[in-house]
Nanobody
Framework: QVQLVESGGGLVQAGGSLRLSCVAS????????MGWFRQAPGKEREFAAS????????YYADSVKGRFTISRDNGKNTVYLQMNSLKPEDTAVYYC?????????????????WGQGTQVTVSS
C-alpha cells in the first residue's frame, strides 16, 4: 500500500502555471505507475495524466495535452504535475494516485491508492 500526499494547489489567473507535487510513502512507489486525476464540482473524476514506473513521456487526456507535464523522481518518492496555460475549466480538485501495476493506466479502477486531493482554481 502506498500513502500519498499532494501539495501545490492554489488560485491562479488564466494563462498562469502551477506545479503539483505528490509525495509517496511505502516501499512500492518506484515499481508502480502513477497518475493524476481531477474532479470538478458536480462532475465525475476524470483522468488527466499517467506515467510508467520508469518515467518516460507520459500519457495525457486530450483536454490537457500540450499544457500539462507529468514527471517523477523515484529517488524522492515524488510525482509532479506541471500545469501551464491554465484555463478556468481546469478548476478542480486534483488527486494523485498509484496504479496497481507498473504500466500507465487511465481508469480510476486501475489505481489502488489515492491522495486526499489539492484544490486548483483558475480565475478568468
Amino acid at each position: 500500500q502506498v500513502q500519498l500526499v499532494e501539495s501545490g494547489g492554489g488560485l491562479v489567473q488564466a494563462g498562469g502555471s502551477l506545479r503539483l507535487s505528490c509525495v509517496a510513502s511505502g516501499r512500492s512507489f518506484s515499481s508502480v505507475a502513477m497518475g493524476w486525476f481531477r474532479q470538478a464540482p458536480g462532475k465525475e473524476r476524470e483522468f488527466a495524466a499517467s506515467l510508467d514506473w520508469f518515467g518516460g513521456n507520459g500519457y495525457y487526456a486530450d483536454s490537457v495535452k500540450g499544457r500539462f507535464t507529468i514527471s517523477r523522481d523515484n529517488g524522492k518518492n515524488t510525482v509532479y504535475l506541471q500545469m501551464n496555460s491554465l484555463k478556468p475549466e481546469d478548476t478542480a480538485v486534483y488527486y494523485c494516485a498509484a496504479a496497481r501495476s507498473s504500466r500507465y493506466a487511465v481508469t480510476p479502477s486501475n489505481f489502488g491508492s489515492w491522495g486526499q486531493g489539492t484544490q486548483v482554481t483558475v480565475s478568468s
